[in-house]
């Protein structure tokens, strides 16, 4: 049994709030107390949109201020020269799982969608397992999207077959092992990149094997790309193609009309904030409450490092609230916090994540609310965006297991993974500053 106890605010979930302790009585719970005197407790972070090998890839030239056309052959560039492996792979995931955990993010869904040309599937599983392993060994929880952007729709469909095969437990139900430490789910990258025998084979995949699908769809670029290709916005394919539906989240939908607003909340779809990528890379804003208004299930994703070179999801939080109020009313801070926990978890079919209430996986942060940055504010649930936007939790629990103590990994040591990455980095000098 796991009790932290002394918290000055424990966030249940969106909607509920109240004092005193926690405690997490599940089996596998280790036995130990955690002091939260002076701390705010919320359920563990969900990041519904992430780019794990991309943290490898950060702030490189020719990726900042640049059209998609000029920003996506860059990143191709930078992966080629570093190569494709599993070792590249794993480490990425590991600092990028390690940034993570270190900023309270408990649950990671890596939209995977870069893949060698002349992979076979076993391959993929190796780069795949090698992604899952390193999020494992941290302790923390991936949900592994097999993406595709080009890919050959043949291929795409039998690597994510073969993923699932090796990576999931026979036990696992609807993508998910039992212990709940990984997922897999199929997206393509979205209409401008893939065409409709890639959504229909990945969906494919996905009824076989009751996985989750997602993918992106109606950043201002997008939008204009489906326009032009084929005379039809991107809502409009995905429906035609069968990708409106309740098992689908969508990233980014900066540029969305009223009329499809009405579409996607009739279909039962999920959305994915995404502004630490969406404002850098001048896609727009999403329209976050009038999705929520129509009744869509709204999560929060940082994107990768390539667009957004950071992991920190709570920063990203702070982002959605503040730049809200220039496409609509200002979102108050628990709604926002609601959309990083409860609302990701929602679009990842995962009902055991994002609260702390009757039927938690019993994933929480505690965050030190006692110090300077924190002082004056009135409500120290609100502050934990309003204020100190680098803050880092001084507790992370996963599964009731402790994987964050006193702001430091308990399973590695954050330098050493740096330096890890770096080291293999400094073998291809072009990707390297």
Same mark, same amino acid.
């Given at each position: 049994?796991?009790?932290?106890?002394?918290?000055v605010?424990v966030l249940?979930? =969106?909607?509920?709030?109240?004092?005193?302790?926690?405690v997490?009585e599940?089996?596998?719970a280790?036995s130990?107390?955690?002091d939260?005197?002076?701390?705010?407790?919320?359920?563990?972070l969900?990041?519904?949109?992430?780019h794990?090998?991309q943290?490898? #890839?950060?702030?490189?030239?020719?990726?900042?201020g640049?059209?998609?056309?000029?920003?996506?052959?860059?990143?191709?560039?930078?992966?080629?020269?570093?190569?494709?492996?599993? &070792?590249?792979?794993?480490?990425?995931?590991?600092?990028?799982?390690?940034?993570?955990?270190?900023?309270?993010?408990?649950?990671i869904?890596?939209?995977?969608?870069?893949? =060698?040309?002349?992979?076979t599937?076993?391959?993929t599983?190796?780069?795949?397992?090698?992604?899952a $392993?390193?999020?494992?060994?941290?302790?923390?929880?991936?949900? #592994?999207?097999?993406?595709?952007a080009r890919d050959?729709?043949?291929?795409?469909?039998?690597?994510?077959?073969?993923?699932?095969?090796a990576?999931?437990?026979?036990?696992?139900?609807g993508g998910?092992?039992?212990?709940?430490?990984?997922?897999v789910?199929?997206? =393509?990258?979205?209409?401008?990149?893939?065409?409709?025998?890639t #959504?229909?084979?990945?969906g494919?995949?996905?009824?076989?094997?009751?996985?989750?699908?997602?993918?992106?769809?109606?950043?201002?670029?997008?939008?204009?790309?489906?326009l032009?290709?084929?005379?039809?916005?991107?809502?409009?394919?995905?429906? &035609?193609? %069968?990708?409106?539906?309740?098992?689908?989240?969508?990233?980014?939908?900066?540029?969305?009309?009223?009329?499809?607003?009405?579409?996607?909340?009739?279909?039962?779809?999920?959305?994915t904030?995404?502004?630490?990528?969406?404002?850098?890379?001048?896609? *727009?804003?999403?329209?976050?409450?009038r999705?929520? $208004?129509?009744?869509?299930?709204?999560?929060?994703?940082?994107s %990768?490092?390539?667009?957004?070179?950071?992991?920190?999801?709570?920063?990203?939080?702070?982002?959605?609230?503040?730049?809200?109020?220039l496409?609509?009313?200002?979102l108050?801070?628990?709604?926002?916090? %609601?959309?990083a926990?409860?609302?990701?978890?929602? *679009?990842?079919?995962r009902? &055991?994540?994002?609260?702390?209430?009757? %039927?938690?996986?019993?994933?929480?942060?505690?965050?030190?609310?006692?110090?300077v940055a924190d002082?004056?504010?009135?409500?120290?649930?609100?502050?934990?965006l309003w204020?100190?936007?680098?803050?880092r939790?001084?507790?992370?629990?996963v599964?009731?297991?402790?994987?964050?103590?006193?702001?430091?990994l308990v399973?590695?040591?954050?330098?050493?993974?740096?330096?890890?990455?770096?080291?293999?980095?400094?073998?291809?000098?072009?990707?390297?500053?």
């Open positions: 049994m796991l009790t932290v106890t002394g918290a605010r249940v979930d =969106p909607g509920t709030e109240r004092g005193g302790d926690v997490l599940d089996g596998h280790e130990s107390t955690l939260a005197t002076g701390c705010v407790v919320t359920p563990g969900v990041n519904a949109h992430h794990l090998l943290t490898a #890839f950060r702030t490189l030239p020719g990726t900042r640049v059209p998609m056309a000029d920003w996506l052959p860059a990143m191709a560039a930078a992966y080629g020269r570093a190569g494709h492996d599993p &070792e590249l792979y794993g480490l990425a995931a590991t600092v990028g799982a390690a940034e993570g955990l270190l900023s309270g993010v408990t649950t869904a890596d939209h995977h969608l870069n893949w =060698p040309t002349d992979a599937p076993e391959d599983v190796a780069l795949a397992r090698a992604t $392993d390193a999020v494992r060994a941290l302790g923390g929880r991936l949900v #592994f999207v097999r993406g595709s050959d729709p043949e291929q795409a469909a039998a690597s994510a077959d073969a993923i699932v095969g990576l999931l437990d026979r036990e696992a139900v998910v092992d039992p212990d709940g430490r990984l997922q789910a199929v997206g =393509p990258a979205g209409v401008h990149s893939d065409a409709r025998e #959504f229909l084979a990945l494919e995949v996905a009824a076989r094997h009751r996985l989750r699908r997602r993918t992106q769809a109606n950043e201002q670029v997008d939008t204009a790309i489906a032009e290709r084929s005379g039809r916005r991107p809502i409009d394919l995905l429906e &035609e193609w %069968g990708w409106l539906a309740p098992d689908v989240t969508i990233a980014h939908l900066c540029d969305v009309t009223d009329d499809e607003i009405t579409r996607l909340a009739a279909a039962g779809v999920t959305a904030h995404a502004p630490g990528c969406d404002v850098p890379m001048g896609w *727009g804003i999403a329209p976050v409450a999705l929520a $208004d129509a009744g869509i299930a709204v999560g929060l994703g940082t %990768g490092g390539g667009s957004n070179d950071a992991g920190h999801l709570l920063a990203d939080a702070r982002l959605a609230m503040q730049v809200s109020a496409v609509g009313p200002q108050p801070a628990r709604q926002v916090l %609601g959309m926990t409860a609302g990701s978890a929602a *679009g990842l079919g009902p &055991e994540l994002g609260h702390l209430g009757a %039927g938690t996986a019993g994933d929480l942060c505690v965050w030190d609310v006692s110090g002082a004056g504010v009135d409500d120290p649930v609100a502050g934990l204020a100190s936007p680098g803050r939790p001084r507790h992370v629990v599964g009731g297991r402790v994987v964050v103590r006193d702001g430091r399973a590695a040591d954050e330098r050493e993974l740096a330096a890890r990455l770096r080291e293999r980095l400094a073998r291809t000098p072009a990707v390297v500053a």
